[in-house]
C-alpha cells in the first residue's frame, strides 16, 4: 500500500513552501534505493489540521518566523504523542523562531542532541560522524537535535546543515553530486527510521 508523507504549513511569515523540489526528490530517491513505496507528492497540512493524523512523517522547513497558535498546539502535541514524527530542517535563520514554539508544545522537554551511534544514523546508509553537512553559512558543526517522548524520538531538528538544499534539484543549488547523495542518503535514513519506529 501507497503512504503518503507530508509538509507542515505554518504561520508567522516563515517561508514553509522553501525548496519546493525537494521533498518529490527525497520520494523518489527514497522508493528508488529502498525499495519504499510513497506517493510522488507530498501533501500539505496545517498543525491544527486533524489530518495530520494521517501521515506518520510530516516535514517542516524554511528560513523564517513561525508561529504555531493554542489549537495547533494541542493538536500538534496530541499527534506527536500518539505516533506522529516531525522532521524540521532549518533552511537557514529558522532556529530563534522555532525554539519558543518547541516551548509551547513540550514545556518541560528540552532539545538533545543525538549521538552518532544513534540508528538514526545507519538506518540504510552509514554515517558514521552523525549529520552531514550540506552548505556552509555560519562554519557550525551539523547538528541533530531531538525531542523524545520516553525513549521514541518525536521531533528531528537539524541544523547547520541543510539537508533540503541538497535534495532539491542539481540546477538548484549546483551543488556536487556527492554532497547531494549525501543528503539523500540521510534523509532516507530519517524516512526509514520513522516508518520502521
Known sequence: MAQEIALLKYNGGGDWY????????????????????????PVTVTPGDSDIFKYP??????????IFNEKEVENLRNYLL???????????????????????LFP??????????????????????????????DNKPPQALGIFDKNRLMILFTVESDLGDGWESPAVHNDPEEIRLKALQMGANIIKYVFEN
Open 108 to 137: 518541560d522537554k528540552t532539545l538533545e542532541e543525538l549521538p552518532e551511534n544513534h540508528p538514526i544514523f545507519n538506518a540504510a546508509f552509514e554515517f558514521p560522524n552523525g549529520l552531514p553537512k550540506i552548505h556552509v553559512h
Open 57 to 66: 512523517f510530516v516535514h517542516m522547513t524554511g528560513h523564517g518566523n513561525v
Open 82 to 104: 500518539s505516533g506522529g514524527f516531525l522532521h524540521i530542517d532549518d533552511n537557514y535563520g529558522m532556529q530563534q523562531y522555532l525554539m519558543k514554539e518547541l516551548k509551547k
Open 18 to 41: 522553501a525548496n519546493p523540489t525537494s521533498l518529490p526528490n527525497l520520494i523518489t530517491f527514497t522508493n528508488n534505493n529502498l525499495g519504499t513505496k510513497l506517493v510522488a507528492e
